[in-house]
Structures are given as C-alpha cells and as structure tokens.
C-alpha cells in the first residue's frame, strides 16, 4: 500500500514507529486521537533519515549534557509540530 509523507506529502512513503512520547505530544498539543492499535508515521526516504536520526538521538538524550538534549527535545517538538497528522497511519 502506498502512503503519502506526514512531512512533505509525496508518494510510497513507508510507515515508521512513533515513540510513546511523542504520541504523548501530538495528544497532549496537537489533539491527536487515540489510535485503535499503534499511529504510525509514514515518510519518503530523504525525511525518514532525518527522522531516524532524530529518534535515535532522542532516545539517547540521558547520556547528553542538559543543553544538548534540550536541543535535541525542540528538535524532536519542531518535527512533530510539522507532521500532517490527516496522514498518519493506524496500523491494524
């Protein structure tokens, strides 16, 4: 099935996982509604390397210095801030 990017729109983007927390985010600031099993965010090649590499660092941030992972976290917020959330995808 193809999926259109939740950053730029364009065709055969492919789902990638969304943390808890930032589902968390979207929910509490964005008013994303609940998903029937998990929200998936499907992006092109050229934003899901971004992603990735954004995911990645969030998820380290505890070994980061206070600055760095503040950074890192408005980063994170800025991209999810951008997200067409009309294309994410509920996996089922």
Do not use: F, N
């Not at 090649?45 to 380290?60: N, P």
């Not at 980061?64 to 980063?75: F, I, L, N, P, S």
């Not at 917020?77 to 509920?90: F, G, P, S």
């Amino acid at each position: 099935m193809a999926y259109q990017c939740a950053l730029c729109g364009s065709d055969d983007a492919q789902p990638e996982s969304l943390p808890v927390d930032w589902e968390e985010y979207l929910r509490d600031e964005r008013d994303l509604s609940p998903p029937g099993i998990q929200w998936q965010v499907p992006l092109c090649g050229e934003h899901a390397a971004e992603y990735d590499h954004l995911r990645k660092s969030y998820l380290d941030r505890g070994m980061m210095d206070d600055e760095t992972a503040q950074k890192v976290e408005g980063d994170a917020d800025d991209l999810l801030d951008r997200l067409d959330l009309d294309r994410l995808v509920d996996e089922q």
